[in-house]
């Protein structure tokens, strides 16, 4: 059993997983929470009744960073080996094939911000705090952060937090990018169900295309990114939803189809 992440489902929310980050006080991301991280997302990406999925830490903070302690004590052949399991821990939410949304309270700092880059959508409570102030300890962000920041609020203002390691409020987080909504700190995590929420009922296959159509586009060229959109659209045409879809446009008009996820 996980000790530290769990995966957790509400009957209120059908359709809604919630990844939950419990390592009091500050849910320092250890190996063990990194390892956690990576089956959490394994499993909610495998279960067909999971639609969508909200990343929280809890009330008070999302993660302060990865285990400082920890890391303190390793060597360069140490980290060496390990710095691959490092991104995949922390950039463990990225690889789920469903809209992803986080919840961020107080504190998501270092690899608590990288974690929740690979969200599709964030939503920060009026207080939260984020950065990435590796360069304060001597080192630069390892799990995903100088990839995803970059491409998520654009080179020059990554380049600004990576190399100050300051603080970036939720208000200026919001006019750079970094986060998509900002609400009160008491609301964070309602707000995250309702989003994740709306796609409950969803064409599933659909959403995961879309996403993987713009994730993988995101790296490439033009026409390449083109040519991968193509291919998602074209394989669509094999489901079932998108036989129900257009079926129901025809005979009932946009919005009232009854998806099946496959």
């Known amino acids: 059993m996980p000790e530290f992440v769990r995966l957790e ?32 997302a394994r499993e909610a990406s495998e ?28 060597t360069f052949a140490e980290m060496s080996k390990v710095a691959g ?28 911000l990288e974690v929740v880059l ?25 799990g995903g952060g100088t990839q995803r920041l970059a491409r998520l609020i654009g080179p020059s203002r990554a380049k600004d937090m990576v190399f100050t390691g300051r603080f970036v409020g ?22 995250a169900l309702r989003w994740a929420s709306q796609f409950s009922k969803a ?5 995961a295309a879309a996403k993987a159509s713009i994730d993988q586009g995101l790296d490439t060229d033009l026409a390449t990114g083109l040519k991968i959109e193509a291919a998602h659209f074209a394989a669509l045409f094999a489901t079932e939803d998108r036989a ?10 946009p919005g009232k189809a009854e998806f099946l996820g496959k």
């Open 85 to 112: 399991s490092l991104q995949a821990g922390l950039g463990a939410i990225a690889s789920i094939p469903k809209p992803t949304v986080a919840a961020i309270t107080g504190y998501a700092l270092g690899g608590g």
């Open 9 to 40: 489902h509400s009957d209120d929310h059908p359709g809604v997983a919630t990844i939950r980050l419990d390592r009091p006080p500050m849910n320092a991301l250890n190996r063990q929470v990194q390892d956690e991280l990576v089956a959490a």
């Open 244 to 253: 129900i879809g257009m079926k129901s446009f025809v005979e009932n008009g």
């Open 170 to 191: 939720a208000e200026e987080a919001l006019s750079i990018g970094l986060v998509d909504e900002v609400v009160a700190p008491d609301e964070v995590y309602a707000a």
């Open 118 to 142: 690979g969200a599709d959508r964030r939503i920060a409570g009026d207080n939260a705090k984020l950065g990435v102030p590796e360069v304060l300890l001597g080192v630069i962000p390892g």
């Open 203 to 207: 064409a599933s296959v659909a959403l």
């Open 47 to 74: 279960d067909d009744a999971v639609k969508a999925v909200v990343v929280y830490g809890g009330p008070k903070v999302l993660a302060a960073g990865a285990d400082i302690k920890e890391m303190n004590a390793m």
